[in-house]
C-alpha cells in the first residue's frame, strides 16, 4: 500500500528522517574509527569515562533515528499513525525484534573488546583470550549485523516509494552517505568482523528487495532507496572481488 501523495508537505518527513540517520550513523562510525587506538585509562577502568558516555549515546541516538525513521514510513505509507501498525503488525515484530539484537550485539562486541584489550600480556594467547575474542568478533560483530540488517529490510518493504523524489545535491549526498554508512559497516563487518558470507547474503537480499519493489531507475530517486541500497550493493561487489582476487577469505587493513 502506497501512500497519500497528497503533497510534498506529507512525505518530506521521510527525506529528513533519513538525513539524521545518515548523520547519526557517521557519527557514531566516525567516533568508533577515532577510539579505536585510544590509550586504556589507568585504574580499574578498562573504558575511560569520555569513551564510555559516547559508547552509549551514540548508539542510543542510531536507534532512536532508526525508530524516528520507521513510525515516519509507518505513518507516510498507511496516512495514519496507529497501534497495529507499529507495534503489533509483522514488519513491526521484525523491527522491534532486529532494533534490539543489533543493540544486543553492540553491547557484546563493547564489553568484550574492552576486556580483550585490557587483559595481561600473559593471557593473550590462551582460551579466556579465545573466548572473548569469540563474544568480541563472532558473536558480537554477527549480532550487529543481523540487527542492522532487519530494521534496513523493514524500512525497505515499509517505506520506500513512500516518500517524495529527491534530487540534485539531496540525491548525490544520500547516495554518498549510503556508501559512507551502509557500504563502509557491510564491508567491515564481512571482513574484520569475518562475517563475510552473512554480510555477502544481506547485500543480496537488500538489493533484490529495492530492485522488487520499485524499478532500478527510481532506487536512488527515493530516499530510502538511495540511502540503503547503493552502499549495501557496491558493499556486496566489494566483497566479491576482494574474496576473488585474494583467493579467500580478505583481511582488514
Known sequence: MRAN?????????????VFWLMISLIAWELFQGLRAAAPLP????????????????????????????????????????????????????????????????????????????????????????????????????????????????????VGQGAGHHVSGPERLLFVLGSLATYGFVTVYIGVAGHQLIPAIGGSVVLSAVSFWTLPPYEV?????????VP???????TLVIWTLVVGGAPVWP
Do not use: E
Not at 552502499?231 to 561487489?237: H, K, P
Open 220 to 228: 536512488t530517486r527515493d530516499p530510502i532507496g538511495a540511502f540503503i
Open 5 to 17: 501523495t497528497s503533497g510534498v508537505k506529507a512525505t518530506a518527513p521521510v527525506a529528513r528522517s
Open 42 to 157: 589507568s585504574g580499574s577502568w578498562a573504558v575511560g569515562l569520555f569513551d564510555l558516555v559516547f559508547l552509549v549515546v551514540l548508539p542510543g541516538i542510531a536507534a532512536f533515528a532508526f525508530t524516528r525513521l520507521f513510525l515516519v514510513v509507518t505513518q507516510t505509507a498507511r496516512g495514519s499513525m496507529n497501534i497495529y501498525s507499529t507495534i503489533s503488525s509483522p514488519w513491526a515484530w521484525v523491527f522491534w525484534i532486529g532494533l534490539g539484537v543489533g543493540l544486543v550485539g553492540d553491547g557484546i562486541h563493547l564489553a568484550a573488546h574492552a576486556i580483550s584489550r585490557a587483559l595481561p600480556q600473559t593471557f593473550i594467547q590462551g582460551d579466556f583470550a579465545a573466548k572473548i575474542y569469540f563474544l568480541d568478533v563472532r558473536v558480537g560483530y554477527l549480532l550487529l549485523g543481523l540487527g542492522f540488517f532487519l530494521v534496513s529490510l523493514v524500512l525497505l518493504l
Open 231 to 237: 552502499g549495501a550493493l557496491m558493499a556486496g561487489i
